[in-house]
């Protein structure tokens, strides 16, 4: 999502560049899938570049389960498969169509029970995000982690912490080993109240940040996490760097100065 302008091969040139471990990619932008190689020879690519598919996204609105739902996971989890995505990622509603009380969260429930064994069948990872917004259906990784719980699911079912909603959802208790991907963006404009930010504000991360990126990153160093950590930033003016590798390069620099202490 930082850099949706680019092709496939591109992409994965740019994560080399800046020494990824690997790279995210997305069925949600204007380009197609894998720039419609097929999953296999997209994964063999990736890994002749160093890389690994550390996730594929996604299944949106995984909890409004239906049977055009059900056949989207199923295509999206033989994709995984034959490219060797490690993961692919499930996001709640946000529309805010999904809240009445008891509803939303037997919706929850029932949605990740069949979503469980369909994992359990093609065995992989799903990972699910809650967003912070307050219109989302899904805000809490209390409760996430309750449900998950509930239904037998920490084989097949781990948790997104994304700095961003982690923020806009009031913080709280980060689970940093039910934790299988941390998504880190910033928000720079002073004018905002949390309850304004949206996607479009979300930038690279610097000394403007107001999100407490370096705070969160070091929460999950200290607990442990060793997963990967990657950028999810929406704003149009990231998306129109001219050169991305400078800007992402700078920031990858200035986080790894501030957790130095907490990384090696």
């Not at 239906?66 to 995984?80: C, D, G, V, Y």
């Not at 946000?94 to 919706?107: A, F, M, P, Q, T």
């Not at 995000?129 to 037998?152: A, H, Q, Y």
Request: proline share 4%; aromatic share 8%.
């Amino acid at each position: 999502m930082t850099v949706p302008n680019l092709g496939y091969l591109e992409f994965l040139d740019l994560a080399a560049k800046l020494d990824c471990v690997g790279v995210e990619v997305r069925n949600d932008i204007f380009l197609p899938l894998f720039d419609n190689f097929k999953p296999v020879d997209a994964g063999r690519i990736a890994l002749e570049k160093g890389l690994r598919l550390v996730g594929l996204s996604q299944i949106y609105p995984f909890n409004d389960w239906t049977n055009l739902r059900e056949n989207e996971l199923k295509s999206l989890i033989e994709i995984a498969k034959a490219s060797g995505a490690e993961t692919i990622n499930l996001i709640p509603d946000n529309s805010g169509v999904l809240l009445k009380k008891y509803e939303r969260k037997d919706n929850l429930v029932a949605s990740l029970n069949c979503i469980l064994a369909l994992l359990k069948d093609a065995d992989i990872v799903a990972l699910v995000e809650p967003l912070g917004f307050e219109r989302s259906s899904l805000r809490s990784k209390t409760e996430l982690v309750d449900i998950i719980n509930l239904i037998d699911g920490n084989d097949y079912l781990q948790i997104v912490h994304d700095t961003f909603h982690h923020t806009l959802a009031g913080g709280g208790t980060i689970y940093a080993k039910k934790t299988g991907i941390v998504h880190i963006s910033g928000v720079a404009d002073p004018s905002l109240s949390f309850g304004k930010m949206e996607d479009e504000h979300r930038v690279l991360v610097d000394e403007k940040d107001r999100l407490g990126n370096i705070e969160q990153i070091i929460a999950f160093l200290a607990a442990g996490y060793c997963g990967p950590i990657s950028f999810e930033c929406f704003s149009p003016t990231i998306h129109a760097l001219l050169n991305p590798y400078i800007e992402i390069k700078k920031s990858f620099d200035y986080i790894s100065s501030h957790i130095k202490d907490y990384s090696e």
